[in-house]
């Protein structure tokens, strides 16, 4: 069965950094993009990282670019997350997730419904 377990969340104040992990199982790690995404409350989800299934593309939301940093070890069957600068809007749940997708660019990578597999997600908490 296909699951993914995430962890490292947790409460930071501002201007700190955290790394996520999602570890995976059940499947063919390496066949499968791995991307991050996160839900505030009464906010919609959104897209944060997304990387392809070697590592060599990777893909960020506006609210990431340039302070966080996705990345995978297809080996231990793990990607991460590193959040670098947080802001206390970052405050969220964090789920990553799996797609069988063999593409290029954001517009492949940034819809939640690519998406097969999901994590329980993990709360990060960035305090003022």
């Known amino acids: 069965q296909e699951q993914l377990v995430e962890s490292g969340g947790g409460l930071v104040q501002a201007g700190g950094s955290l790394r996520l992990s999602c570890s995976a199982s059940g499947y063919i790690f390496s066949d499968y993009a791995m991307a991050w995404f996160r839900q505030a409350p009464g906010k919609e989800r959104e897209f944060v990282a997304a990387?392809?299934?070697?590592?060599?593309?990777?893909y960020y939301g506006s609210s990431a670019k340039g302070r966080f940093a996705i990345s995978r070890g297809n080996a231990k069957n793990t990607a991460y997350l590193q959040m670098s600068s947080l802001k206390p809007e970052d405050t969220a749940i964090y789920s990553c997730?799996?797609?069988?997708?063999?593409?290029?660019?954001?517009?492949?990578?940034?819809?939640?419904?690519?998406?097969?597999?999901w994590g329980q997600g993990t709360q990060v908490t960035v305090s003022s």
């Open positions: 997730a799996a797609a069988w997708r063999y593409c290029s660019g954001l517009g492949c990578y940034d819809s939640a419904s690519a998406y097969d597999y």
């Open positions: 990387i392809s299934q070697s590592g060599r593309n990777t």
